[in-house]
């Protein structure tokens, strides 16, 4: 495979680990880098990066250059690549507005509610051509249920939705009433009981 170079749109929790994924700065295809073929997530040492100043871990917005060894999709990931082990390169970042380019327009959320059968996927009923999306939405609303779980409320299209967020940053952004621009990163995650559910795996 060689190396690519990626905008980095989602860095989220998986598992305690990290779910990353970016856009290739050459093609404009999702790739989400994982560490083996089942797609499990990233460690902190795999998604350390370097440049002139030192190492760090990755963060969002920023153009990273890793090598990747292999494809190995998975019906409900078709972007999932091999990473190759080496240390990946920070080349600049981007602003948020830049981000307005990399956005994605679909007419639906791989339709409407927040998962969808994973049965459905694998007997080729529901063709997933791409699971991960940037989007624009309206009527955003960040919220923990009485459980503790941290969803995100919105519209897209005229659809409303609920879904699950796995953004580090999430706790930080409700604390803080940050600024949001209702753009978001959503993720199909991988099965769980019989269901891909979306996930909100970055806020911006």
């Known amino acids: 495979m060689g190396k690519v170079e990626l905008v980095v749109l989602a860095n989220s929790v998986k598992h305690g680990q ?7 700065t050459r093609s404009g295809r999702w790739v989400r880098p994982v560490s083996n073929e089942s797609g499990a997530a990233l460690s902190n040492d795999q998604t350390k990066y370097q440049n002139p100043y030192g190492t760090y871990g990755v963060k969002t917005l ?7 060894s292999q494809h190995v999709p998975l019906p409900h990931q078709p972007e999932n690549y091999l990473i190759d082990g080496d240390l990946w390169r920070q080349n600049y970042s981007i602003g948020m507005l830049e981000l307005s380019n990399y956005l994605d327009s679909p007419v ?58 796995t953004d ?36 911006y």
């Open 18 to 24: 990290h779910c990353v994924a970016g856009k290739c």
């Open 108 to 165: 639906d959320i791989w339709g409407e509610g927040n998962r969808i059968e994973s049965s459905r996927i694998t007997l080729g009923v529901c063709n997933i051509l791409q699971s991960l999306l940037l989007v624009k939405v309206t009527s955003l609303s960040l919220y923990t249920t009485d459980e503790g779980k941290r969803r995100a409320a919105f519209r897209y299209n005229d659809i409303s939705y609920d879904l699950a967020v």
């Open 62 to 68: 920023q153009k990273i250059r890793m090598g990747l």
């Open 168 to 203: 580090p940053k999430f706790d930080e952004i409700v604390r803080d009433q940050r600024e949001v621009y209702g753009i978001l990163c959503i993720s199909l995650g991988e099965v769980y009981q019989g269901y891909c559910y979306k996930l909100v795996a970055t806020i």
